[in-house]
C-alpha cells in the first residue's frame, strides 16, 4: 500500500513562485515513477509533469513546459514540482500520483496510476 500527501499549495499572485512537495510513505516496487496532475473547477483532471525514479527521466505538459520543474529524492521518497511564472490559468487542486510500473497506459492517463493524493489547493489571483 502506498500513501501519498502532497503539501505546498496556497495563493499567489501571477508571475509569482511555488513548490509542491509529494511525500510517498509504504512505496512499493511495483511504482515506477511520479506523476502531477490537477483539476480546475469545471474541467477534467490533467496531466502536468512525470519523473521515473530510477532515471530521473521527465516530462511535462505543454502548457507548463518551460515553467514547471519536476524532481525526486530517492532517499526521502518525495517529489516536488516547482512551478514558476504561474498564471491564473493554473489555478487548480493539484494531485501527486504513483505509476504502476506493469500498466501500458501512457505516462499521460490517469489508469497509469494506482495510487493519488488527496490533492493540494493552487489558486493563482491576476
Known amino acids: 500500500q502506498v500513501q501519498l500527501r502532497e503539501s505546498g499549495g496556497g495563493l499567489v499572485q501571477a508571475g509569482g513562485s511555488l513548490r509542491l512537495s509529494c511525500a510517498a510513505s509504504?512505496?512499493?516496487?511495483?511504482?515506477?515513477?511520479m506523476g502531477w496532475f490537477r483539476q480546475a473547477p469545471g474541467k477534467e483532471r490533467e496531466f502536468v509533469a512525470y519523473i521515473t525514479w530510477s532515471t530521473g527521466y521527465s516530462s511535462y505538459a505543454d502548457s507548463v513546459k518551460g515553467r514547471f520543474t519536476i524532481s525526486r529524492d530517492n532517499a526521502e521518497n518525495t517529489v516536488d514540482l516547482r512551478m514558476n511564472s504561474l498564471e491564473p490559468e493554473d489555478t487548480a487542486v493539484y494531485y501527486c500520483?504513483?505509476?504502476?510500473?506493469?500498466?501500458?497506459?501512457?505516462?499521460?492517463?490517469?489508469?497509469?496510476?494506482?495510487?493519488w493524493g488527496q490533492g493540494t489547493q493552487v489558486t493563482v489571483s491576476s
Open positions: 509504504g512505496r512499493s516496487f511495483s511504482s515506477y515513477g
Open positions: 500520483a504513483s505509476r504502476n510500473r506493469y500498466s501500458s497506459a501512457s505516462n499521460y492517463r490517469e489508469s497509469a496510476y494506482d495510487y
